[in-house]
């Protein structure tokens, strides 16, 4: 008895449960959306003011696409460090960067 009751119960969560996971899947982009995002993205990317400062990734090899910190050390000269924290825990540093906000800094070791 316990048994066809676990099984029915099981059922009926699977049958209400079921049409709710394909409602919330979103519709396929169209090859023109598609292209606009891509665009708009190239866009951003060429108009980025890191765009050309190459990054040392200092692991993991699991990285999400999203940061959750950035940190910039103090000056030394016209010398930076910048931090940036992966949510998967990956960190990627990047140093000397000169002239980093548009300003000699005034700080000199």
């Given at each position: 008895?316990?048994?066809?009751?676990?099984r029915?119960?099981?059922?009926?969560?699977?049958?209400?449960?079921?049409?709710?996971?394909?409602?919330?899947?979103?519709?396929?982009?169209?090859?023109?959306?598609?292209?606009?995002?891509?665009?708009?993205?190239?866009?951003?990317?060429?108009?980025?003011?890191?765009?050309?400062?190459?990054?040392?990734?200092?692991?993991?090899?699991?990285?999400?696409?999203?940061?959750?910190?950035?940190?910039?050390?103090?000056?030394?000269?016209?010398?930076?460090?910048?931090?940036?924290?992966?949510?998967?825990?990956?960190?990627?540093?990047?140093?000397?960067?000169?002239?980093l906000?548009?300003?000699?800094?005034?700080?000199?070791?």
């Amino acid at each position: 008895m316990r048994k066809s009751y676990q099984r029915v119960l099981t059922a009926v969560i699977l049958l209400v449960a079921t049409p709710y996971s394909v409602i919330a899947q979103e519709s396929r982009m169209s090859a023109a959306e598609r292209l606009a995002a891509y665009q708009t993205h190239r866009s951003m990317v060429e108009e980025s003011f890191f765009k050309n400062l190459p990054w040392q990734h200092l692991g993991p090899t699991n990285i999400s696409g999203r940061s959750t910190d950035i940190a910039l050390t103090e000056p030394r000269g016209e010398t930076y460090t910048i931090y940036v924290a992966g949510a998967s825990g990956g960190v990627g540093k990047r140093r000397r960067m000169k002239g980093l906000l548009g300003r000699r800094s005034s700080t000199s070791n």
